[in-house]
């Protein structure tokens, strides 16, 4: 049996990927970020988190909430909202969030990477890593958007997160890695 955060992530995963489609089908991709990222913002706000599980003044806010975002919402984005709020999933909003954007990386063939160092990178090392990068995968064909993180405490090296992936090749790690090997 499903635990519930593995129920969530499934249905998460499904709204995430009926929304990409749709968005790719009207050329939209940007426009369903936005409305995404503005709903989780709002559902996170904790005065209005607090109404929205109200089981009471549930369906109210619910309509005020559509009634305050008509400027913003096309009749599918609306159409979205009103099923997230029937079937009472406003609390995985975050999730729905992650996979489209996860959905959509995939789709535009682009990669981001996060790169954490000790200090900033120079372009021509940003360029250096991203070919790197381009020459492991098997598809050439993607794009890389690299994320430069500085970060004094990992000492030197660097740290890669794609996706959820993460390459530690800080000297911090490899001190950890050392201390451990010489307690055991």
Same mark, same amino acid.
């Given at each position: ?23 790719i089908?009207?050329?939209?991709? @940007?426009?369903?970020?936005?409305i ?10 904790n @005065? ?22 008509t ?11 009103l099923?997230? @709020? ?15 954007k ?48 500085t970060?004094?405490s ?31």
């Open positions: 049996m499903k635990s519930k955060n593995q129920y969530h992530c499934l249905v998460a995963k499904k709204y995430a990927q009926v929304i990409i489609d749709i968005a089908e009207n050329n939209m991709i @940007s426009y369903w970020q936005n995404l990222e503005f709903l989780v913002k709002l559902v996170n706000t @005065s209005i988190y607090k109404l929205i599980i109200h089981p009471i003044l549930y369906n109210q806010i619910i309509d005020i909430i559509i009634s305050v975002c400027n913003i919402l096309n009749s599918q984005s609306k159409s979205f909202l099923l997230i @709020s029937k079937n009472k999933r406003f609390d995985i909003l975050p999730s729905i969030l992650f996979y489209f996860y959905l959509k990386n995939k789709n535009l063939k682009s990669i981001i990477v996060n790169v954490i160092s000790t200090k900033k990178l120079s372009i021509q090392q940003k360029s250096n890593l991203s070919n790197k990068i381009l020459s492991i995968l098997s598809d050439k064909t993607y794009k890389i958007k690299l994320n430069n993180i970060d004094s990992i000492i030197g090296g660097i740290i890669l997160r794609i996706n959820n992936t993460i390459f530690d090749g800080s000297i911090l790690n490899h001190l950890n890695q050392l201390k451990n090997f010489l307690k055991n």
